[in-house]
């Protein structure tokens, strides 16, 4: 089983950084200063085994905590994967977003479209409309 939590106090900042700079294709070679900032400046989301308190899984939403939230670097060990962690991690935010009043909270990704769509998110209805700067 599993705790999941937004105290940042919590966080294994080292484990974090080394799962997001090692192994994720959107994230390889951040450096631990960049990953701290990004902590900082975020709402973060941890997932803790009960039975140890350690961490098996990440994710942040940058947020202005009333309109608008990015969810980005969802990570989970790999292994801890395939036992529905990930969907369960994705579904507490929304949770702890929902209160909120938030209008709408994006995010991307190359390969989970199935672990969010189970927790209701969908593909843009008007992808025209988005624009980005820089890649």
Known sequence: MYE?????ARLDVTRVHQWLSADSYWAKGRSLDK??????????FGAYREDTGEQ???ARVVTDLTTF???????VDPAARGNGLGTSLVAAVRDHLAPLGIRRILLATADAHGVYAKVGFEPLAD???WMSLGH
Do not use: E, F, K
């Open 69 to 75: 939230a990015w969810l980005c670097d969802v990570y």
């Open 56 to 58: 098996h899984a990440y």
């Open 127 to 129: 992808p025209t409309r």
């Open 4 to 8: 999941i939590s937004a105290d940042p």
């Open 35 to 44: 990953q701290r900032a990004a902590i900082a400046h975020s709402l973060n």
